[in-house]
């Protein structure tokens, strides 16, 4: 239970703006009303399914406050496989979103369902994701160096990089960036001190 209260302390202390401009969030009511009893959720999607997905979708982009209600709700048993899917496809969506607007919330949300220790959930995420590196979980890919030509009339650079990179759920993955080379051909003109 303290770890539980140190989440939700953890969770509603990064998070500081909505993903969402005003015109777009839910309304402080149905902000609140979901605060106050996130159970109703379920409740009113019990198949789950792309209506639930958007709802949990406009909740997190509207207050990044609900995260930990949805992710309680992940974590209850009264909640279906489908059910599952649809929130964590959801709060995919908005940690997607939170990247471009507020890392700190895309990565507080990949965290939150890391903190679920739930395989199915975990697996979800990473299905909802495309399985891309998660920075919640450590790891990230090693880097490499290039090689540059004469910066003559003429020349090439050559480089790339591979190292290992952990993702999501702790599976690793080779990373390796492709390698280019080319040339550059002098068009004519030099610049001379």
């Known amino acids: 239970m303290v770890a539980a209260v140190a989440l939700v302390v ?3 202390s990064v998070a500081s703006a909505a993903v969402y401009p005003p015109q777009r969030q839910l309304p402080a009511q149905v902000i609140s009303d979901f605060k106050g009893s996130p159970q109703t959720l379920l409740q009113q999607y019990p198949n789950g399914g792309p209506q639930m997905i958007l709802r949990v979708t406009d909740l997190g982009a509207s207050d990044p406050t609900t995260l ?21 496809g959801g709060l995919a969506l908005v940690a997607r979103m939170a990247a471009q607007t507020d890392q700190a919330y895309g990565i507080e949300i990949q965290t939150a369902i890391a903190g ?3 395989a199915d959930v975990i697996a979800a995420y990473q299905a909802a994701t495309g399985d891309a590196a998660i920075a919640a979980t450590g790891g990230g890919g090693a880097g ?3 090689t540059g030509g004469a910066t003559g009339t003429s020349g090439s650079a050559n480089g790339g ?12 993955r080779t990373n390796t960036a492709p390698s280019f080379s080319g040339s550059v051909a002098s068009t004519g003109t030099s610049v001379s001190p």
């Open 10 to 12: 953890t969770i509603a």
């Open 68 to 88: 930990p209600g949805l992710i309680a709700l992940l974590k209850d048993s009264a909640t279906t496989k489908d059910q599952m899917k649809a929130i964590v």
């Open 116 to 118: 679920t220790q739930n």
């Open 144 to 146: 490499g160096s290039g």
């Open 161 to 172: 990089s591979s190292g290992t990179a952990t993702t999501f759920g702790g599976t690793p």
